[in-house]
């Protein structure tokens, strides 16, 4: 059995249960795409995968979907394909679409037994927690990964004892949770230097605005740091 040595980490019972288990993935880029290949691997029975965007060029850097001939083909397309050539018995879905004020109840209704926040958007992380939340559903959150060269200072924590790391996307969330009365937030975060880009450089930002730095090997660990956590929690195991 292909799962055999997992086995040997969690037991039978372990693989069991996590055949049982329906996790979503919100945003399937660097981070997320990571995530939902590491779930499928580990034998996840159900995956719903939600992203409204097309593989870009510039996406190839870092992005496991991403390839010469993957790009300008729909994100959730290819990654279904590469998690079903996986684990053909894993029941995947593919949301090609934004998450909004229709698509989050579809979401819950969906049933997740976990929920995987990698949004870039502010407002509708914001709203993805809330949901959850207000549902009772678990939900770990991505912060920034972003313009970081070491993936080895990513840390598992609540979002209110991030503020030391240097993320502006943590401090954003802390100050804007703090007034929606959010209490607590299981995170994964980076205390890795935040690198600043030359003087000048607008990446591949139309507005001329900087586009976050990234690098192939950074990214994936967050992904992969956040389905560790979830696998752990469906089994009732130690974070």
Known sequence: MWLDRQALVI???GCDALRRSRVAVIGIGGVGG???EALCRCGIGDLLVMDHDRVDD???N???LATAETVGR???AVLGERLRAISPDCRVEEWDCFL???TLPELLAWRPDYVVDCIDTVTSKLALIEGCQGAGVPLVCCLGTGNRLDPTQFHLGDLYDTGGCGDPLARVMRSLCRK???ERLEVVYSTAPVIRPPEGFAGDSPQGRHSPGSISFVPPVAGYTLASLVVRRLLGLPC
């Open 100 to 102: 909004d004020a229709d």
């Open 58 to 60: 510039t996406n190839r």
């Open 180 to 182: 929606r009365g959010i």
């Open 34 to 36: 990571a995530a939902a």
């Open 11 to 13: 037991g039978q019972e």
């Open 62 to 64: 870092r992005q496991l």
């Open 74 to 76: 729909r994100k959730v």
